[in-house]
């Protein structure tokens, strides 16, 4: 017998509670996985709440990522008793996902945890902090070192954000951490971020070309936003975009691409590849400071996890939650 978070859709509304399953439920896969710690991410918060169709049946486990250790595997890869972290793949959409003591998923779907984590830190950096570590090395792949001039992060206080800024300023960037939360400044410095900028002044109507202020940018809220920062990118520079938290149009122009040289890079970190993937963890084991995950994470359990789900969409939780499943 394990626990998890079950959600269940009798009626039009999404039902979501702490369930006692037995292990004979798993779904299809080749290792099972005891989990340690999940998270609740912006998706996760969605799935939980009903706010929009991320899943695609019922009943459902959510959690779109994990870390912990494998039980049994009938993969080639993984024996029991590897430190193993799983983002995306559709666990918790399509799949049942990380909110579970126990999780069974294709090996094929996991990465080895490098021995620079522990469980509880792979999961303050969570799928955030892994597709944070994605646009840094989107930007990076297009030019954009700190020698070029600033960058901009948006949805600042936000996981992907706070933690994009904590790996650009140990790189050596001079981040500017766009924000709507004033009271949240010190915060933001704590992790690295050179000047604080009012999420007001990016999210209305975008010129097709404004002054030049950034060498590129992270970008997790997309709309106005985004039109904003890539308006404003300097000469050959690049965003890298990976979130919707203002809205997933666009407004913008074709005059950045075409006159200034730059480029928008997508990100996405649901199906990227193994060999990306690694290359993520690995980068992270090396350029995240560990020590301030302490500042950017609030740990909570797997009851708990439902409350937050609803907090995270409101804009309510700064940084990271990371969920004791065994708690």
């Not at 918060?45 to 049946?57: D, F, H, K, W, Y």
């Not at 799949?95 to 303050?124: I, Y």
Request: net charge negative.
């Amino acid at each position: 017998m394990f626990k998890a978070i079950v959600l269940e859709k009798p009626g039009d509304t999404v039902q979501a509670a702490v369930g006692e399953l037995e292990d004979n439920r798993l779904p299809e896969g080749d290792v099972v996985v005891n989990v340690d710690y999940s998270t609740i991410n912006y998706k996760d918060g969605l799935a939980i709440t009903g706010s929009a169709p991320v899943v695609r049946n019922y009943p459902m486990v959510p959690g779109i990522d994990f870390a912990g250790t494998v039980e049994s595997s009938d993969h080639p890869d993984y024996k029991p008793g590897d430190k193993v972290v799983l983002n995306g793949w559709g666990v918790g959409e399509r799949h049942w996902g990380g909110l579970s003591q126990k999780a069974k998923v294709k090996g094929d779907w996991l990465v080895f945890l490098p021995s620079a984590f522990s469980t509880e830190q792979a999961m303050a950096i969570g799928t955030a902090g892994y597709t944070a570590m994605l646009c840094v090395l989107a930007i990076e792949k297009n030019g954009v070192t700190p020698d070029k001039g600033p960058v901009i992060v948006t949805g600042a206080n936000g996981g992907v954000g706070s933690v994009a800024i904590s790996i650009l300023s140990k790189l050596g960037y001079e981040v500017h951490a766009s924000t709507g939360r004033a009271s949240e400044a010190e915060f933001l410095k704590s992790l690295g971020a050179a000047e604080i900028i009012d999420r007001d002044t990016l999210s209305g109507p975008a010129k097709p070309l404004g002054k030049e202020l950034w060498a590129g940018g992270v970008d997790a809220v997309g709309s106005h936003t985004l039109a904003n920062v890539l308006s404003q990118t300097k000469y050959g520079g690049a965003v890298a975009a990976c979130g919707l938290a203002q809205g997933m149009d666009l407004p913008s122009s074709v005059a950045p691409f075409i006159l200034r040289g730059v480029t928008l890079a997508g990100v996405d970190s649901v199906m990227a590849a193994k060999s990306v993937r690694t290359e993520a963890w690995n980068r992270l084991a090396s350029d995240l400071d560990i020590a301030k995950l302490e500042n950017l994470t609030t740990k909570v359990g797997l009851a708990e996890a439902i409350g937050v789900a609803s907090d995270i969409l409101k804009g309510k939780v700064r940084g990271r939650v990371v969920v004791d499943v065994n708690a």
